[in-house]
């Protein structure tokens, strides 16, 4: 009974959030795979390492489909998503934790530049 009155505070939680902040959701979770995928390399954790991956690969297509084209800054994102799906699709096949730590880097600078802009909207408020 406990676990579904949290379920339903974390569906509700998530239903009053502003489309900022569901956008640093998503990147802390997709920060929080890769991490996952890094540490399951190194114990060679195979399944928990493709898991991690192939949800790092999942949140990566639901931002691209998400994306508002009206933006100009949609195209260079859409070119950044294939990028990092691209490179994450080599790591999970290559098992390699060097292009992983690469996307990992860049992943976290666009989710530190998101929530930047989202204090300083907020801030202009």
């Given at each position: 009974m406990e676990m579904r009155g949290f379920q339903q505070y974390k569906e509700q939680s998530i239903n009053t959030m502003t489309q900022g902040e569901l956008l640093l959701l998503l990147y802390d979770e997709l920060v929080k795979r890769l991490t996952q995928a890094e540490l399951a390399i190194e114990k060679e954790n195979w399944?928990?390492?493709?898991?991690s991956i192939q949800r790092g690969i999942d949140i990566i297509a639901y931002l691209d489909q998400t994306l508002d084209k009206q933006y100009p800054i949609s195209t260079?994102?859409?070119q950044l998503y294939e990028y990092f799906?691209?490179?994450l699709g080599r790591v999970k096949i290559g098992r390699r934790s060097e292009p992983l730590a690469h996307v990992k880097s860049m992943v976290g600078e666009l989710r530190d530049a998101f929530r930047t802009a989202q204090k300083n909207g907020e801030s202009g408020k």
């Open positions: 399944p928990v390492f493709e898991a260079n994102l859409a799906t691209y490179e």
